[in-house]
């Protein structure tokens, strides 16, 4: 296990490291559950050229991300199109995600996400379509987190839901 952690890390490191012109697609959603507080704490990672090009498609040519020219629209279009793509249910029952907000770290764009009164977590269901209906190769990695479990899935264009049973 051990060794497919640091695997993945060295692979992480090349993916956010290396210039900003990519040959794959990938983001990377951290889901943490916080038992004391009965939040799902979620950051999800998305290259900003590509979720930048996505909203560029399905609103506006001229929205722009990480730089002088980005609006408050802009910031709307992007917390529209990330709720519309992750959607999440706990112990089978559909969940509302709250927004919290955003930042950027080079070519990566960190968004934050909640999910209140989660009193206990038997089982998760995540549909993750950030970037499908651009990418046909993208793959949105999930790891979630638990006081006593640690999980991950993989989901791409022809599986972009996956459940996790505790």
Do not use: C, W
């Amino acid at each position: 296990m051990k060794i497919l952690r640091i695997a993945f890390l060295v692979f992480l490191f090349v993916l956010i490291t290396g210039s900003t012109s990519h040959k794959f697609y990938v983001s990377i959603t951290k889901v943490e559950f916080v038992k004391e507080k009965e939040t799902l704490q979620i950051i999800t990672k998305i290259f900003i050229e590509d979720l930048e090009q996505a909203l560029q498609e399905r609103y506006d040519p001229s929205i722009s991300l990480a730089s002088i020219k980005e609006t408050e629209s802009d910031i709307a279009y992007l917390k529209i199109y990330i709720l519309q793509k992750i959607k999440i249910k706990v112990n089978g029952t559909p969940v509302s995600i709250q927004y919290i907000g955003k930042e950027y770290d080079i070519d990566i764009v960190n968004v934050y996400l909640e999910i209140e009164n989660i009193k206990e977590l038997k089982s998760i269901e995540i549909e993750n379509k950030i970037l499908m209906d651009m990418f046909s190769e993208q793959q949105n990695i999930i790891h979630l987190k638990t006081p006593n479990n640690r999980r991950s899935l993989v989901l791409d264009f022809d599986n972009p839901k996956g459940v996790l049973n505790f």
